[in-house]
T-cell receptor
Framework: GAGVSQSPRYKVTKRGQDVALRCDPI?????LYWYRQALGQGPEFLTY????????KSGLPNDRFSAERPEGSISTLTIQRTEQRDSAMYRC????????????FGQGTRLTVV | SQKIEQNSEALNIQEGKTATLTCNYT??????LQWYRQDPGRGPVFLLL?????KEKRKERLKVTFDTTLKQSLFHITASQPADSATYLC????????????FGGGTRLMVKP
């Protein structure tokens, strides 16, 4: 696609519910990253993939958070048993594999847990 | 622990002047450093990358310096314009294996006409 696409743009969920956030990277981009951004802060790394392989998940806050990219393209970040502290902007980025260079960010999913 | 500091206060300058933003880091040995621009409600947009063995990089009105001894990067916008008003984020990468970045908190730049 023309850019990184994330859906939904906004998600309001009740505490305790599970949510799934979707990222569709730029076509041909092998590397995909998930970040979380609080208001007024920079993005915080969560996890990343090369193709379908999860390379690093050290930034995931706890075991309620998981991510997958089964076919090496679209990725899903799942948060189980959501808590209010999970409320944030979740951003996905993609880049060409193994190249240090620009990461292309999507517009994000604003998650609000009530 | 690793720490990346950017001035959290907004930088206000007059159109036509040079804006200089600072990024300091501690407990980190980055292989490279990137600068991003972020507008309200949008995702960060890549501007420049500089590697640890480079002192300076330029792109049009932008200039970045990288001092690994001082653990500091400076980001300059010359002949600033109101359209340059945005939040600017620095991000550090630990290796050449990919774009796993650690971001600073960003500095908001306001360029007044």
């Amino acid at each position: 696609g023309a850019g990184v696409s994330q859906s939904p743009r906004y998600k309001v969920t009740k505490r305790g519910q599970d949510v799934a956030l979707r990222c569709d990277p730029i076509s041909g981009h092998v590397s995909l990253y998930w970040y979380r951004q609080a208001l007024g802060q920079g993005p915080e790394f969560l996890t990343y993939f090369n193709y379908e392989a999860q390379q690093d998940k050290s930034g995931l806050p706890n075991d309620r958070f998981s991510a997958e990219r089964p076919e090496g393209s679209i990725s899903t970040l799942t948060i189980q048993r959501t808590e209010q502290r999970d409320s944030a902007m979740y951003r996905c980025a993609s880049s060409r594999q193994g190249r240090v260079g620009e990461a292309f960010f999507g517009q994000g999913t604003r998650l609000t847990v009530v | 622990s690793q720490k990346i500091e950017q001035n959290s206060e907004a930088l206000n300058i007059q159109e036509g002047k040079t804006a200089t933003l600072t990024c300091n880091y501690t407990n980190y040995s980055p292989a490279y450093l990137q600068w991003y621009r972020q507008d309200p409600g949008r995702g960060p947009v890549f501007l420049l990358l500089i590697r640890e063995n480079e002192k300076e990089k330029r792109k049009e009105r932008l200039k970045v310096t990288f001092d690994t001894t001082l653990k500091q990067s400076l980001f300059h916008i010359t002949a600033s314009q109101p359209a340059d008003s945005a939040t600017y984020l620095c991000a550090l990468g630990a290796s050449n294996a990919g774009n796993m970045l650690t971001f600073g908190g960003g500095t908001r730049l306001m360029v007044k006409p």
